[in-house]
């Protein structure tokens, strides 16, 4: 399994990183990719990889809640990382719009979001994209880049069929699936049942929305076997399946993984 969405580098896992580790590879997960939040999560984010090469991968981005006045500094910091040839990061995340809470920078996180995708262009890489009560906006702005070879993951994925169909028809995107398809009220089983499986990835934005049995406490990348086994019940095929099919699409989206 490939957990494609997890901040295990944050403060949440200080105090037992390696026995969390062992417990992800103990259930089959064999790679975990880091989206950057901000400036100060590179370090942590870095010096993870740094410790774990080959397990561990690095995204560059700056989330859409975590915007500041000075965010077009802390963009040129990032942007700078990005231009180096030799650079370790596999795609630009965690990036988008957030408007749920905070629409402070309602129109700075549009002048964000699109120069990000705009390196996504540049240095050809996917995207791993946030969106939370910005659907329309987040699509409106897709629409201006549409044919300019941009892929990647719309990560925790839980709308209704008509946005996944409008998110799917970006066509080098997938849905990144958590812990939420395994909640009772959520009506992800129904809208994936529409979705073919070669059009998802599984994540679990650790250290957030654990699946059942664990919803409520920290989640950690091991818990993406509950993931991995409600999605097959979804789609009535094998876990094997289910983790063969996500991996291939892994391997087509992020194409800066060296896998062994």
């Known amino acids: 399994m490939t957990d494609t969405h997890s901040h295990i580098y944050g403060p949440e896992f200080a105090d037992d990183i390696q026995e969390v580790i062992e417990r992800a590879k103990a259930v089959g997960v064999e790679r975990i990719l880091l989206p950057n939040i901000n400036a100060d999560s590179i370090e942590p984010m870095m010096t993870l990889c740094k410790r774990y090469p080959s397990y561990f991968y690095p995204m560059m981005g ?6 500041t006045p000075d965010y077009q500094q802390v963009l040129d910091q990032m942007e700078h990382l990005l231009a180096d040839e030799n650079h370790p990061y ?9 408007y749920y809470w905070d629409k402070t920078f309602y129109l700075e996180q549009k002048v964000a979001f699109r120069r990000q995708v705009e390196w996504a262009i540049a240095y050809r890489l996917p995207l791993m994209i946030h969106s939370r009560a910005a659907h329309r906006e987040l699509v409106d702005i897709l629409d201006e880049y549409r044919g300019r070879g941009l892929t990647g993951v719309f990560h925790c994925f839980g709308g209704n069929l008509d946005e996944a169909c409008e998110l799917l028809s970006f066509e080098g995107f997938v849905l990144g699936i958590g812990g939420v398809v395994t909640y009772k009220k959520s009506t992800l089983p129904e809208v994936l049942t529409h979705v073919p499986l070669e059009r998802i990835v599984l994540e679990t934005d650790a250290p957030y929305l654990a699946p059942v049995p664990y919803r409520g406490k920290r989640n950690e990348s091991s818990f993406l076997a509950e993931t991995l086994h409600a999605v097959a019940d979804i789609y009535k095929v094998e876990p094997s399946e289910v983790e063969k099919c996500t991996n291939d699409t892994v391997k087509r989206i992020f194409t800066h993984i060296k896998w062994t």
């Open 62 to 67: 700056l989330h859409p809640t975590d915007l």
């Open 90 to 98: 596999i795609a630009v995340g965690e990036v988008g719009l957030d």
